[in-house]
């Protein structure tokens, strides 16, 4: 798979933090990774092992110590913040363990919300996007209820929706099944693998679920701040 080819590309990838100086800890040590478009990829290890400073550097949350990272073809470590902001926000959506929803904003308005971009209006193409997303979902009849009167496996869909706003190449997500019960965890794996199916969205989905991450494509896993 060439860089340009992949989605994601991770060389020799170091994250050091500063815990109080002088004092740095390396938690990452020199990462290689390889997503190809489309693949539904699981992130496995254990607690404190270091994945989700990974998600963060591939989301371009975090910036590497060192090392190569390119998304959708573009490198990225030379790349200042504004650039990095604008290519998160057409490349990568986020699913995270809590849905970060306004609770107080309709199921539709928080699917809108990533679409609104500088000016902020919202406008008929935006509304009807997100009224089929919502729909793909399986919660048109909650459409416009208040996120935070969902259930937990509800917001979680909501929060796959609002991920897929912007027709991400790339879904990161940290442990979203983590929070809710067996039944709801596997709807929503369900409308992951879904998702990666019918758009060729790759993902990268950690979980500490074997029995989930059996039914990804692929499985890496992070031990110590390396994949192994
Ligand atoms: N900003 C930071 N400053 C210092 N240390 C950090 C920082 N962020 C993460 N760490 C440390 O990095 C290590 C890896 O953390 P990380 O959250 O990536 O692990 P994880 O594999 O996602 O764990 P879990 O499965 O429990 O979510 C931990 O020891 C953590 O304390």
Redesign the pocket.
């Given at each position: 798979m060439t860089e340009r080819e992949a989605v994601v590309r991770l060389q020799q990838v170091r994250k050091s933090?500063?815990?109080g100086e002088p004092t740095e800890?390396e938690?990452l040590h020199g990462i290689d990774l390889a997503l190809a478009p489309g693949e539904f990829c699981a992130v496995m290890?254990?607690?404190?092992?270091?994945?989700?400073?990974?998600?963060?550097i591939v989301g371009l949350l975090d910036r590497p110590s060192s090392g190569q990272l390119s998304i959708a073809g573009e490198e990225t470590t030379q790349l200042d913040d504004q650039a990095l902001t604008r290519l998160r926000g057409r490349s990568i959506g986020f699913v995270f363990q809590y849905h970060h929803l306004l609770g107080a904003f309709s199921a539709l308005e928080n699917v809108m919300l990533p679409m609104l971009g500088l000016n902020g209006f919202p406008n008929a193409a935006m509304r009807e996007r997100a009224e089929s997303l919502i729909d793909s979902v399986g919660l048109t009849r909650w459409r416009d209820a208040p996120a935070g009167r969902l259930s937990g496996g509800q917001q979680q869909r909501v929060a796959v929706a609002r991920a897929l706003a912007m027709q991400p190449a790339l879904l990161l997500a940290?442990?979203p099944t983590g929070n809710l019960d067996t039944k709801s965890a596997d709807a929503v794996f369900e409308l992951l693998r879904q998702v990666n199916r019918e758009h060729g969205t790759a993902v990268l989905f950690?979980t500490?679920n074997p029995a989930l991450a059996l039914r990804c494509d692929k499985t890496i896993e992070?031990v110590d701040?390396q994949v192994v």
């Open positions: 933090f500063n815990v800890v938690i290890g254990p607690s404190g092992s270091g994945k989700s400073t990974l998600l963060n940290d442990e950690v500490h992070v701040g």
